[in-house]
């Protein structure tokens, strides 16, 4: 079982930056062997795929709307998610939530993801 919580959401002018974290509370295994994602969702639209990270760390995944402005990264000593953000548009408002999933992950597919935080609201102003 993985609980989950999400912090550093705010708002910000078109172009600025916001970096969000992810902090987990694990039992039973390692942070390292969990499959982290970022996902969001406007209200009343389906939630999408932003990120994933797995591998221990050593493997990600963008989605292409992110690509090139988003960075996910976690510190395993920490138990901890992050994803730094920058470039930010209008159309990156939404709930961003984080999530994880032990053995099988496809974080495109958003397939495995049995454990999930409860958000933060990313506001972004053109």
């Known amino acids: 079982q993985v609980q989950l919580q999400e912090s550093g959401g705010g708002s910000v002018q078109s172009g600025g930056s916001l970096k969000l974290s992810c902090a987990a509370s694990?039992?039973?295994?390692?942070?390292?062997?969990?499959?982290m994602g970022w996902f969001r969702q406007v209200p009343g639209k389906v939630r999408e795929t932003v990120a994933g990270?797995?591998?221990?760390?050593?493997?990600?995944y963008y989605a292409d709307s992110v690509k090139g402005r988003f960075t996910i990264s976690q510190d395993n000593a920490k138990n901890t998610m992050y994803l730094q953000m920058t470039s930010l548009k209008p159309d990156d408002t939404a709930i961003y939530y984080c999530?994880?999933?032990?053995?099988?992950?496809?974080?495109?597919?958003?397939?495995?993801?049995?454990?999930w935080g409860r958000g933060t609201q990313v506001t972004v102003s053109s």
């Open positions: 694990v039992s039973g295994y390692p942070y390292s062997s969990y499959c």
């Open positions: 990270i797995f591998n221990s760390g050593v493997s990600t």
């Open positions: 999530a994880a999933a032990f053995g099988y992950c496809d974080v495109a597919a958003m397939v495995g993801f049995g454990s």
